[in-house]
């Protein structure tokens, strides 16, 4: 499964072991800097699209942003509100910002950006979301800094730091991202631009990567190439045509932004079916060998084999008392092992998750009963996959003993992961004849996650 960068309108430990496929140069600046250098005099404006977000968090937000320091000047604070029904616009205008209104339904991620950057007065852009917290008192000074150290940068991102109260989940998709695409602070400059034809998939996403989650930009360069109308994925898109038109790109992990969600298993699914349908595409080509080799030929194949793999994982998951600590290697290696079982056992209905149990038929109406002697294994080995060669190397150095809800959660969860990216790469490539139903479902899927 591809790593999770933003996953909704206003968007969600790092590790140590060296990222893949190196596309960029170690950054030369230092953190130390700055507690030397003179204060930023470049002016700078911060857009952030919000939604109903007193809830979440803005007015942590805006405070954490009113009170930077390093800056010769506060930084603008422009708000694009796509209907907010609580106090969201007020405590935006509290805090000083220009508030601007569009109808809900004319949210766009790229180009609701953009009629803020429109609006925005600064030397610099910076984009961020509002849920997110800068972790330090300098992060904006220190993004500017490295910003504008070189001209040829475009746009310098942070990373995103997990909330204290983020579920395993949460902090294992932070720590999964940054363990493909590389927690170490970097330059990615144009020159390199010309191995982009070479990069693929994850590659391709660690050399392009701006995150708008937070992302400095130079407002001359943004204004010349800005955002296109997408409902996700702009800022990668970005970052692809930074590169292709020479400009360099930044990142910045010595601090960051306080950010995570607690999102559902039926989220999950939804959240990764756009990732892949929408994302994928600019990273890679449709890979329709994948679906054929495991016997996928038609999509009520592929949603056949997501009810079996659903049914599997919840028959396994009742055997794990809730509330009973359980050693989480053998748990969840437990789990991989009758997902992966060719027992031919009739996976009949078990109680599952909550939130997937409310989703799924909508998802699979009309596949009806499934045989488990054709019903593809491929959803259910992916997602014995996940659990054993992605989530274990973050789960077992650090939980001796979870209770058997949270592992349960973790891997309902990871099902949604998987089995929502399946669908987002079938969409890419399915036949003419299923279109209708695949614009249907996608009706379903992307409410609440790009609108």
């Known amino acids: 499964p591809a790593p999770v960068p933003d996953e909704t309108g206003p968007r969600e430990p790092a590790s140590d072991e060296a990222p893949p496929g190196d596309a960029a140069s170690p950054a030369p600046t ?70 601007m209104e569009i109808a809900p339904e004319d949210f766009d991620h790229g180009g609701t950006r953009n009629l803020g ?105 943004f204004r010349a190439l800005r955002y296109r109308p997408m409902r996700f994925g702009e800022d990668v898109d970005y970052g692809l045509r930074c590169l292709r038109a020479g400009r360099g790109l930044g990142f910045y992990a010595d601090s960051g932004v306080i950010h995570s969600h607690r999102r559902s298993a039926a989220y999950q699914l939804r959240s990764h079916y756009v990732v892949r349908e929408t994302l994928a595409p600019l990273l890679e080509p449709p890979d329709g060998a994948r679906f054929a080799a495991a016997g996928v030929r038609r999509f009520d194949d592929l949603r056949a084999s997501g009810l079996d793999a659903y049914r599997r994982l919840a028959r396994a998951a009742s055997t794990l008392a809730p509330d ?38 909508e998802v699979v109406n009309g596949v009806g009963s499934v045989d488990p002697g054709r019903a593809s294994p491929l959803v259910r080995d992916a997602v014995a996959d996940a659990l054993e060669q992605l989530a274990l190397p973050f789960l077992a150095p650090c939980f001796e003993r979870m209770d058997g809800a949270e592992i349960a959660g973790f891997a309902y969860k990871t099902y949604g992961m998987v089995f929502g990216g399946a669908l987002g790469d079938w969409s890419r490539s399915a036949p003419d004849a299923e279109r209708a139903a695949l614009e249907a479902l996608d009706e379903r899927l992307v409410a609440g996650v790009v609108r």
């Open 117 to 221: 950057a429109d609006h925005a007065r600064g030397d610099v852009i910076l984009f961020t979301v509002q849920d997110a917290v800068a972790a330090s008192e300098t992060l904006v000074a220190d993004l500017v800094a490295m910003l504008l150290e070189d001209g040829d940068l475009a746009v310098v991102s942070a990373r995103q730091i997990p909330r204290a109260d983020a579920d395993h989940f949460a902090a294992w998709q932070l720590w999964h991202h940054y363990r493909v695409l590389g927690d170490e602070t970097r330059l990615t400059s144009a020159a390199q631009a010309a191995r982009l034809a070479e990069l693929r998939g994850e590659g391709l996403w660690r050399a392009a990567l701006v995150d708008d989650v937070c992302a400095a930009h130079r407002a001359d360069a």
């Open 324 to 361: 009973r600590p359980h050693d989480p290697r053998r748990a969840l290696a437990t789990l991989a092992t009758r997902l992966r079982a060719r027992d031919g056992a009739a996976p009949s209905p078990a109680e599952g998750d909550a939130s997937l149990d409310a989703l799924l038929p």
């Open 30 to 99: 230092s953190p130390l800097v700055a507690l030397v250098r003179a204060p930023i005099e470049a002016s700078v404006s911060v857009v952030i699209p919000t939604k109903n977000g007193e809830a979440e968090g803005v007015g942590r937000c805006l405070k954490a942003l009113r009170t930077q320091a390093g800056l010769r000047q506060p930084p603008e604070l422009v708000v694009v509100d796509s209907g907010s029904t609580d106090r969201t616009r007020e405590l935006a205008a509290d805090a000083g910002a220009r508030v």
